[in-house]
Nanobody, 126 residues
Framework: QVQLVESGGGLVQAGGSLRLSCAASGRTFSSYVMGWFRQAPGKEREFVAAISTRGVSTYYADSVKGRFTITRDNAKNTVYLQMNSLNPEDTAVYYC???????????????????WGQGTQVTVSS
């Protein structure tokens, strides 16, 4: 079983930056496709970004493209989400997710992921 723990959330002013981390317990982290999702109060879960097993390929939601960057460090079993130019619409609980099955392209779907973290709160003030 894989455990995921997010960290790095907090309160930031509009225009500011935050870096989220997601630490995974899996033995074969380097074989997992990793993704970030978010859920704002009163809204449905929304895809944010995904990254391939070796970090060569990434995929972003249009709403964050050019502002957010997903990276991973397989030696540390960690995936990151660098968030720049934050605005109040980015306020949400951010979740990381792991797809332990190798292969397949990147996309916005949530069903492919087998494990989810507890989430970390990001609040952007205007």
């Amino acid at each position: 079983q894989v455990q995921l723990v997010e960290s790095g959330g907090g309160l930031v002013q509009a225009g500011g930056s935050l870096r989220l981390s997601c630490a995974a317990s899996g033995r074969t982290f380097s074989s997992y496709v990793m993704g970030w999702f978010r859920q704002a109060p009163g809204k449905e879960r929304e895809f944010v970004a995904a990254i391939s097993t070796r970090g060569v390929s990434t995929y972003y939601a249009d709403s964050v493209k050019g502002r957010f960057t997903i990276t991973r460090d397989n030696a540390k079993n960690t995936v990151y989400l660098q968030m720049n130019s934050l605005n109040p619409e980015d306020t949400a609980v951010y979740y990381c997710a792991a797809d332990v099955h190798r292969g397949g392209g990147l996309g916005p779907g949530a069903d492919r992921y087998d494990y989810w973290g507890q989430g970390t709160q990001v609040t952007v003030s205007s």
